[in-house]
């Protein structure tokens, strides 16, 4: 799974590529379709594919002449699963510091909460 993840984060590291991705999540397109928006060449359009097709981000089809590019989202979840379990774990970490720093204000607090002043 390690070699998928470098993969799919290494697709996910460059904007153009990104930017692709969204335009997919829209539905498929073609390649001709996906450079429309970029000031580059076709040519560079699909080597971005290609490493987005290596990363098993997208898929290619056949219909008739034309070859849309469809969204493949496993890879995409698989690294937002990677990722939630860092989520969680710095969640737990703010958590507990946030009960700490309730702690320590307490602590100073010279007057109680919730009462009125003697």
Do not use: N
Not at 9 to 23: M, V
Not at 91 to 113: F, K, N, S, V
């Amino acid at each position: 799974m390690r070699t998928d993840l470098d993969a799919t984060f290494a697709a996910l590291a460059d904007p153009t590529r990104r930017a692709i991705l969204a335009r997919l999540a829209a539905g498929e397109a073609t390649v001709t379709e996906l450079a429309a928006p970029f000031a580059m060449s076709q040519p560079a359009i699909s080597k971005h594919l290609r490493v987005l097709e290596r990363a098993g981000l997208i898929s290619r089809g056949r219909v008739a002449q034309r070859r849309p590019c469809r969204l493949q989202a496993g890879p995409l979840r698989e690294a937002t699963a990677w990722l939630a379990e860092y989520r969680d774990h710095w969640a737990e970490r703010y958590q507990r510091l946030d009960e700490l720093l309730d702690e320590l204000r307490a602590a100073d607090d010279p007057e109680p909460r919730g009462g009125e002043a003697p």
